[in-house]
C-alpha cells in the first residue's frame, strides 16, 4: 500500500520561497510516477510537477515551469518541490500523487491513484 505524506507549506510574501517535502513508503518507489498538484478554493486541481521516478525525467505545468523545481532522494523515497519567487496566486493546497504509470498524462491527475492530504500555501502580496 503506497502512503504519501506532505510537509513544506506555509505563509510566505511574495517573492518568497518555500520547498514541499513528500515522504513516500510502499513498494518499488523507484518505478513510480510522483508528481505535485496543486487545487485553489474553487478551481480545477492543476498539474504543477511530475516526475518518472526510474530516469529522473521531470515535467512541468507552464504556469509554474520557470518558477519550480521538482526533485527527489531515491534513498530516503521522498519527493520535493522547490518553488522561488512566489506569487499571490501560487496560492492552494499542495498534494502529492503517484502511480505506477503515468506516460504522456504526467500532469493529468486521472493517472494518479495515490494521494497524500496536502499541504496549505498562502502567498499574501
Known amino acids: 500500500q503506497v502512503h504519501l505524506a506532505e510537509s513544506g507549506g506555509g505563509s510566505v510574501q511574495a517573492g518568497g520561497t518555500l520547498r514541499l517535502s513528500c515522504t513516500t513508503s510502499?513498494?518499488?518507489?523507484?518505478?513510480?510516477?510522483v508528481a505535485w498538484f496543486r487545487q485553489a478554493p474553487g478551481r480545477e486541481r492543476e498539474g504543477v510537477a511530475a516526475?518518472?521516478?526510474?530516469?529522473?525525467?521531470?515535467f512541468y505545468g507552464d504556469s509554474v515551469k520557470d518558477r519550480v523545481t521538482i526533485s527527489q532522494d531515491i534513498d530516503k523515497n521522498t519527493l520535493y518541490l522547490q518553488m522561488n519567487n512566489l506569487k499571490p496566486e501560487d496560492t492552494a493546497m499542495y498534494y502529492c500523487?503517484?502511480?505506477?504509470?503515468?506516460?504522456?498524462?504526467?500532469?493529468?491527475?486521472?493517472?494518479?491513484?495515490?494521494w497524500g492530504q496536502g499541504t496549505q500555501v498562502t502567498v499574501s502580496s
Open positions: 516526475l518518472y521516478a526510474a530516469d529522473g525525467s521531470t
Open positions: 500523487a503517484a502511480g505506477s504509470y503515468a506516460g504522456g498524462r504526467a500532469l493529468s491527475k486521472d493517472a494518479y491513484p495515490n
Open positions: 510502499g513498494p518499488t518507489y523507484s518505478r513510480w510516477w
